[in-house]
């Protein structure tokens, strides 16, 4: 089964910046990895995903241009630079995996995530 554990995330202020870093055990290049948030009483957002084995990427229209998901394979660690950040973009983090066929219709839905990390919260103050 694969783990994930997740570091990085962290209090700053607005316009400034943080790395989030997943690294995951017992992953394959057949796997797609995301990066999903969630604020206290709402639901799980798709943030952004990568294709392990392609490096295709997708990612939310709120943070086109601000964020990038990046991976470094021999590592197993995929990596997300959030830049600019806004307290908008405050929310516990979430690492995901899967085994399912990666596109624009299916990157952001969690359920086709089988396994996923503890989460690392972000907090960004105006």
């Known amino acids: 089964q694969v783990q994930l554990v997740e570091s990085g995330g962290g209090s700053v202020q607005a316009g400034g910046s943080l790395r989030l870093s997943c690294v995951a055990s017992n992953i394959n290049d057949r796997y797609c990895m995301a990066w999903f948030r969630q604020v206290s009483g709402k639901e799980r957002e798709g943030v952004a995903a990568i294709y392990r084995g392609a490096a295709r990427t997708y990612y939310a229209d709120s943070v086109t241009g601000r964020f990038t998901i990046s991976q470094d394979n021999p590592e197993n660690t995929v990596y997300l630079q959030m830049n600019n950040l806004a307290p908008e973009h405050t929310a516990m983090y979430y690492c995901?995996?899967?085994?399912?066929?990666?596109?624009?219709?299916?990157?952001?839905?969690?359920?086709?995530?089988?396994?996923w990390g503890q989460g690392t919260q972000v907090t960004v103050s105006s």
């Open positions: 995901a995996a899967g085994l399912f066929v990666l596109s624009a219709d299916s990157w952001n839905a969690p359920k086709g995530y089988t396994s």
